[in-house]
């Protein structure tokens, strides 16, 4: 009896703290992001998914948190580790699973954010891969308001270029701000981003 | 009860959870202290970030022997095997990523465009908006520093090398025949088109001992791994029609790429210098199929094309003109995998096959040649680290060639040759530091139709001096079976193969959008074929006694930056050479080579036109030429050679766009040469008619639409 006892109290002292670990480590990452620290934020992702293999959301994380700070960076040795280590990271959820319309949103944002470091070399390149991703993550999950919104704002970004008309393209940004509304994330922490950006961009549209 | 449970199960947590600390410093190579390192114990939560110092401490519930993971951004990640109970206070050094951005690359000699090169010269779009190339690969090339543009032939000549010393690779399988065929004195065209190609290399020297019997250059074309979708490209072009469709699948793509060219309705437009009784037309077309394995790519590529003409041409040894009627069938085949297996080894296997058939009438008498040409290539290569690679690998070529000449008598000359080359090579890329790297290779060949082999150097470094600059050195020795023009003749005479040795040092700055090179090169000649008569004949004696050098600086400066839209580049060559072969009685500059070419390419974008404008200027001074009339052999030099280009592309919508380009706006009246009469007239002079463009100007209009699913793909990069 005892020992059923003491066996069942390890088991839950031992899950209990390892649940708690992943939950403490992803707030103490998000809270790290949050105040711009975003080496130290992508290093604690890192650490996170080099202890919990099981989940496809610290890799994401590390991907999502290096493409972002590329953007706003100059200098192209910068960007391009940047864009590598975001990229090493997605490869390694991508193997594990081919139907998560996440994970090729974020392909599409690391070609995205390869275009706007250098345009002349990389834009006929990445293009239309982008496309490409956006496109299959909006046939996996048709209702994923990243996937809606993504695909038409890197459209509306190439306009000035190509000229092509912005309104259907607006009406696109549109349902996706409808999208977000109804949008129920699996867990506390998978991605829910992106309504502020879609709003901004319809400001675009009037 | 509960208490002592309590008490143990505390316990039982205390040592499953009881803490270490783990401390230490993450260094660079020089000991400078690294700030945001992550450091942790893999597979633990158990880790921290470097402080501004480059300390870290943290505490850890692991036990024993664990992995402590040291990464950051531009170094390489270090895996240390640690004893967690005594690991305080240690210094972790993580050495440079030396394949990160800024890491040293050598230069020397060869000019990349593409994703994989770090410092494009060309960049994908240059082959086609570069005003006066009109889609040609080896036009825009041509635009580059070390190419002497020959405006008559239209092939690549390389630092004073005659065009056959240029070799072509196509995913690294040998192009046997890369130009169309042409009449005399008529600019060639090089076979490809741009669109299925995405990374071009191509080197004026000094190059790897993957690559042999080549003298001067190679040029390496690689095509498009994955296209980016499916779709279908309709060209409407004043001199023909292209149709192009591209299907893409999960894992296997096809493209095929035809046009029908014929320039009879613009030779009825625009009024010819020269007589055509049947325009040139041709037709073409390409195909690329690529299979994406886990860890591979499988490509197979095939081109044929089949063109004819017929022209009648002034010749000063005749007062009637001569009429050369010609029918010219090519294809090609390639076929290749590449892919990586085991820990860091990569294979690739190819195998290309190239079959040209050339037939001329020339007045009544014909010329019929038929080439059969093969290559096998394997190459292994194995990475052990980033720092050190190896690889090695074998080549095979086998060309059978057979020529007939039948006069209009009866007479028949049958003549040819067999050649099967064997090469084997092996070469080690070592990165010392991110400063210093090294290229050291050897290429061991033999030649069955010259029973020569070689033994062959090449060796190459770069050292990068500053944040931005850099300096490469390389030298090779290169072997090359001489041109088919003397070995058809092999019958009656034991040839030998040519020898080039290069010494090349590059400078190279580049940084945000601007590069300048400047190269200064050495090349020295051997083994070079002379002949005794005054043209190629069954009757000519051969010898490989000629000789010759090469020695010039090649300036190179690309700016896309200084002003806003504009993207334009200037290239300037000196070369000083002086050659002992062919028929020439002494050691001269050859009649291809002007001392100073200088090329400015722009490019400006106007968004409220949509348009994107270019202008090209190839400049040149005089070429030499023989004037049999002077005692002094070569002793003539041309006028100076200028041609001002313009483009012009509108983009009517984003599939939909319209093209302009006309070449020579100036129109100067460019001569290239002067033939002259082989017999001197009554007079005791000898006659001679000069060598010019069949048109001052060519114009060209052409309409490109794209259809397919994403509205903002199109056809600029075919222009």
Redesign the interface.
Known sequence: MKKIITTIALLVAVISSAQGQFEQGMGKAFQLWKEGKNTEASAMFERIASADKTSWLPNYYVALVNTTSSFAIQDKTQVNALLTKAQDALDVEMIKDQDNAELYVMQAMIYTAWIVMDPMTNGMKYSGKTMEMYAKAEALAPENPRAVFGKADFQMQGAKWTGIDTKPLCKEVDKSIGLFATFKPETPFSPKWGLDRAQAALKNCK | MKTI?FA??SL??FT??SQTTISGKIVNEKGVPIA???V?I????????TSENGTFSFTTTTTGYQNL?A?S??YETSNTAIDVAHFQNKTIKLRD?VN???AVVITAGSLDSG?KARV?VL???DIVTTAGSAGNIVAALQTLPGTQTVGEDGRLFVRGGEANETQTYVDGMRVPQPYGSSPNNLPTRSRFSPFLF?GISFSTGGYSAEYGDALSSVLLLNTIDE???SKTEISLMTVGVGLGNTQKWNKSSFSINSSYINLSPYQALVPQDIEWKSAPQSLSGEMVYRYNFERGIFKMYAAFDASQYVIKQENINSIDKITVDSKNDNFYFNSSYSGFFGTNWNITAGLSYGYNQVKTGIDLDHLGNAENAANMKLKLKKSFSNRFKLSFGADYFITKYDETFTRNSGNKFDYGYDNTIGALYTEADILFSKKLAAKVGIRASTNSLTNDNFISPRISFAYKMAKFSQLSFAYGDFSQTPSVDYIKFSKNNQFESEKASHFILNYQYSK?GRTLRAEAYYKDYSNLVRFDSPTIGYNSIFTNDGAGYAKGLDLFWRD?KTIKNL?YWVSYSYIDTERLYKNYPTQVTPNFVPNNSLSIVTKYWI?DW?SQIGFTNSFSTGRPYNNPNETQFMNGKTKSYNDLSFNWAY?L??QKILYFSVSNILGANNVYGYNYAIQPSANGEYKRSAIKPAADRFFFVGFFWTISK????NQL?NL
């Not at chain 2, 893999?42 to 970030?49: A, I, L, P, Q, V």
């Open positions: 449970l143990f199960v039982f947590s499953l959870f945001g390192a992550n942790y893999e597979g633990s939560y158990d880790g921290t970030s993971v990464s951004l531009i990523n990160a951005l800024d994703s494009s960049k994908p779009l995405s296209p980016d979708q945000e896309g993207e968004m949509k983009l919508t984003t994403n509205k903002n793909d990069k």
